[in-house]
């Protein structure tokens, strides 16, 4: 899970609710493991291992015909003191599910079916779990 700080309160109950249910998947052993990351407002690329985690979770989106947008709202700024650069406005809560160390989805997305949240992402986890499914977007799923 990456979530955004500083947010509102509201928001900020929103982000509990959702570690707090991938915490429960882990608890009941459906998952191996709940890792949360911290991030702001923007991603200006200057911290490579965020840069890099985005750029996968992009890559994902593009090789399964989805789209991070509008959660990841990447774009071009101007500053008298900073100049021109791109920065990615990232979204409150995100969810990247891996399996066998690939990304197997990332939420929120827009995909095939409409958009896809985060809360959609732990149904998807919960279900195909529970069934012994796997865990890879295929597009079909909500």
Known sequence: MYVRSPVSDATEQRQTAALARADSLRQQGLVDDVS????????????????ADIAAMEAWADAH???LAPAF???????????????VTL?????VVYEDDEIA???????PEGHCTV???LDR????LRCGENLAYTGSQR
Do not use: K
């Open 125 to 128: 986890v919960e279900s195909a």
């Open 105 to 111: 989805g990332v939420y929120p997305h827009a995909g």
């Open 119 to 121: 809360a959609d992402g």
């Open 91 to 95: 979204p409150v809560i995100c969810l």
């Open 73 to 87: 709202d990447r774009h071009d700024r101007s500053s008298a003191f900073t100049g021109r650069d791109s920065v």
């Open 36 to 51: 949360v990351t911290y991030w702001n407002r923007l991603s200006t690329g200057a911290d490579a291992n965020e840069a």
């Open 65 to 67: 015909g989805c789209s």
